[in-house]
């Protein structure tokens, strides 16, 4: 088992930053690809971004527009989601997910721990 604990949501003005955590614990052992994710009142979960390991491959979504940036920190077991030029559509509950693979991806189905969410408000 792998459990999952984001961090560092908040509210926040349009064009601002934040910066989310993803601190994995348990079987950490293992290689695991992570993802966040997130979902926005009465929409369903969407993809964000992913990063591999070891090699640290990255995927983003097409609406993240060079605009976020995954990182991976192996010592601490920890991902790092560095959000800029924050829009009011972003404003959703973050999540992280791992994957028992090294190679991240987009789909959902395929995570198969989840953390409880980070609340992420980003006024107009």
């Known amino acids: 088992q792998v459990q999952l604990v984001e961090s560092g949501g908040g509210l926040v003005q349009a064009g601002g930053s934040l910066k989310l955590s993803c601190a994995a614990s348990?079987?950490?052992?293992?290689?695991?690809?992570m993802g966040w994710f997130r979902q926005a009142p009465g929409k369903e979960r969407e993809f964000v971004a992913a990063v591999g390991r070891p090699l640290s491959l990255t995927l983003y979504a097409d609406y993240v527009e060079g605009r976020f940036t995954i990182s991976r920190v192996k010592a601490q077991n920890t991902v790092h989601l560095e959000m800029t030029n924050l829009k009011p559509e972003d404003t959703a509950v973050y999540y992280c997910?791992?994957?028992?693979?090294?190679?991240?991806?987009?789909?959902?189905?395929?995570?198969?721990?989840w953390g409880r969410g980070t609340q992420v408000t980003v006024s107009s």
């Open positions: 348990g079987r950490t052992g293992k290689d695991y690809a």
């Open positions: 997910a791992a994957r028992q693979s090294w190679f991240p991806t987009k789909e959902i189905r395929e995570y198969d721990y």
